[in-house]
Nanobody, 126 residues
């Protein structure tokens, strides 16, 4: 069974930065699209970004564009999310997910992913 693990969350002041990491085991990492999502209390899960198996990068959510940068290192089986200029409204649980199918295109829909981590909490204080 695929195991996805996120790390790097924490408490940061407004204007600060964090880099999240996500590793996936028991998965042919370089054949799957990988996405970042977040979910704040009382809100729906929101897509942040997706990187295709061959490196195409897509961003979702106007509030995050220009501040968040996704990348992947297939040799290390790791996905990253660099988050700059963090704001209190960025406070959420952040999740990494792998697409349900090999060579799938990117999607901002959570239903397109079937391997999810437990999430890492990001809290931004004002």
């Amino acid at each position: 069974q695929v195991q996805v693990v996120e790390s790097g969350g924490g408490l940061v002041q407004a204007g600060g930065s964090l880099r999240l990491s996500c590793t996936a085991s028991r998965l042919t990492f370089d054949r799957y699209a990988l996405g970042w999502f977040r979910q704040a209390p009382g809100k729906e899960r929101e897509a942040i970004s997706c990187i295709t198996y061959n490196g195409g990068i897509f961003y979702y959510g106007d509030s995050m564009k220009g501040r968040f940068t996704a990348s992947r290192d297939n040799a290390m089986n790791t996905l990253y999310l660099q988050m700059n200029s963090l704001q209190p409204e960025d406070t959420a649980m952040y999740y990494c997910a792998a697409s349900a199918a090999r060579y799938a295109p990117c999607s901002g829909q959570a239903s397109s992913y079937n391997s999810w981590g437990q999430g890492t909490q990001v809290t931004v204080s004002s």
